[in-house]
């Protein structure tokens, strides 16, 4: 699914030294690379305060940490992610709220979101799944006349732009209340193990959470509240801070290959090509809405197991995200909700099927996964 091998080779006189230096300097935790990576991000993203963590997942829970959310608080979110974003709202016993997703973008749908709000609720974490953003204009819209909080899941969406209608572009993340993210190794930037931070531009709440990452001391061995150990080692943020001047033109093969894999299916009836839904609709240079974390495609009347062991067969790896909806998962499961809310999403887990994304991916390949799809469905 993804080529770390061949990236790394690329990079290995950029990356090299810089894990080089920070082994020389013995500089492991909290070392001058994490500062510097911590500011270059604050650049790209354009937000005021990134702070470094463990992992996405250690971000989702500090961000929500920070806000001061408490038991019982309700937290929206989708039925159609990565567990990691409900675990952490069950961790913190606050309560999740799942609903359902879009048929074409697989984010937020936002009739559900409107109504799952009660007095109870206190936020929002729409995911940015498979590297476009979630409907931000409208869920923040919502947010301020509900006065909910907005934590973006940005795990799968690092450098895509979400444009505003009146044309004003953001980086994804940097929308709401705070954004997390994951430098996961196979994630748009990833790291070489595990890595993750926290944005925002509210400075009470980035001091707030500085403290939380490290054991909720604001002065050395004074703890005002219960925190974390979370933080992003010297070596992984030189591994990232060497990536990251990278990222765009990662993000641009990744598109590439998008648009590639979009031209081969262009006629085939049985199979729904992702949908780009902010911007101009398209994957196109200037809008980069969509940075294809996942390039993920709907099929229609085909039978998905055997598609799945014909790939395989022919050595080419494909993934099912997600196979299994939250709300059906045994950790989340809730009398309160009602199938019928779930249509979209429990459909979902039938018809998709992602195929190999990343930034070595080259012509030649992507001719012969299409053209092995392509064989299947018509016999
Ligand atoms: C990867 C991912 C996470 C968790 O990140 P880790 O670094 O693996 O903890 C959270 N949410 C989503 C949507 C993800 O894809």
């Known amino acids: 699914m993804v080529d770390l091998k061949g990236q790394y080779n690329d990079i290995k006189d950029i990356v090299n030294p810089s894990i080089q230096e920070v082994i020389e300097n013995t500089a492991f935790i909290n070392g001058p690379k994490v500062h510097e990576f911590q500011k270059n991000l604050e650049t790209y993203l354009g937000v005021k305060h990134v ?35 409900v675990e952490v709202i069950a961790l913190l016993q606050l309560t999740p709220v799942l609903v359902d997703v879009n048929e074409d973008d697989f984010n937020i749908n936002i009739e559900a979101l409107k109504k799952a709000i009660t007095p109870n609720t206190k936020a929002i974490v729409p995911v940015h799944l498979f590297g476009q953003c979630a409907n931000m204009e409208a869920i923040m819209h919502i947010a301020k006349a509900h006065n909910l909080y907005v934590i973006e899941d940005n795990a799968q969406a690092i450098g895509a732009n979400y444009t505003y209608s009146n ?33 925002t531009n509210n400075d009470e709440l980035a001091h707030t959470i500085r403290g939380i990452v490290n054991h909720g001391m604001y002065e050395r061995y004074h703890h005002d509240v219960v925190g974390v150990n979370s933080r992003l080692d010297s070596i992984q943020a030189a591994v990232l801070d060497a990536k990251l001047p990278k990222l765009d033109s990662y993000n641009k093969s990744r598109q590439n290959a998008a648009r590639k894999y979009n ?11 992702p949908k780009v839904s902010n911007g101009c609709g398209d994957i196109c240079d200037t809008c980069d809405c969509h940075v294809f974390h996942q390039y993920t495609l709907k099929l229609k009347g085909v ?77």
């Open 51 to 85: 702070i470094p963590c463990a992992n996405g997942t250690d971000a989702l829970q500090i961000a929500m940490m920070g806000l001061g959310l408490k038991p019982g608080d309700e937290v929206i979110t989708v039925d159609f992610t990565f567990a990691a974003t």
């Open 263 to 273: 031209q081969a299916f262009k006629n085939i009836k049985q199979i729904i090509t």
């Open 167 to 199: 044309g004003t572009k953001v980086k994804a993340g940097t929308i709401g209340d705070v954004g997390a993210t994951s430098f996961f190794p196979s994630k748009n930037l990833g790291c070489y193990g595990d890595g993750g931070a926290i944005f």
């Open 303 to 379: 039978d998905r197991d055997a598609l799945v062991k014909h790939l395989n067969d022919k050595g080419i790896p494909c993934g099912v995200y997600y196979p299994i909806p939250l709300h059906k998962q045994k950790a989340y499961q809730d009398s309160r909700y009602n199938e019928k809310d779930f249509a979209v999403t429990n459909q979902l887990v039938k018809d998709v099927i992602s195929l190999p994304m990343h930034t070595e991916l080259e012509d030649e390949q992507i001719e012969f996964i299409t053209s092995a799809i392509i064989k299947f469905i018509n016999g």
